[in-house]
Nanobody
Framework: QVQLVESGGGLVQAGGSQRLSCAAS????????IAWFRQAPGKEREFVAS????????VYADSVKGRFTISRDNAKNTVYLQMNSLKPEDTAAYYC????????????WGQGTQVTVSS
């Protein structure tokens, strides 16, 4: 059974940095696709970044490209999201999710962690 637990959220000033962690169990990171999504109040959930394959191929949303970095530590089975140059519009609940290769969908989700960026 896949379990994902996010941590690292909090309150940060605009221009600051924050690092989120997603501790995974029940899967092998090097062969899984893990993504970060976010959802702001009143808005739809949106894709932020993903990492996959043994080569660690990454994909980013245009809105965070150049500011956010997704990475992983296979030994710790943890995926990170380093967020720099944060903006108030980055305020959201951030979730990590694992792609189910059988369905092609992100079927497993963490509980989320709140990031609030003050102006």
């Amino acid at each position: 059974q896949v379990q994902l637990v996010e941590s690292g959220g909090g309150l940060v000033q605009a221009g600051g940095s924050q690092r989120l962690s997603c501790a995974a169990s029940g899967l092998t990171l090097s062969t899984s696709r893990i993504a970060w999504f976010r959802q702001a109040p009143g808005k739809e959930r949106e894709f932020v970044a993903s990492i996959r394959s043994s080569a660690g191929i990454t994909v980013y949303a245009d809105s965070v490209k150049g500011r956010f970095t997704i990475s992983r530590d296979n030994a710790k089975n943890t995926v990170y999201l380093q967020m720099n140059s944060l903006k108030p519009e980055d305020t959201a609940a951030y979730y990590c999710a694992a792609l189910n290769p059988s369905t092609g969908k992100y079927d497993d989700w963490g509980q989320g962690t709140q990031v609030t960026v003050s102006s």
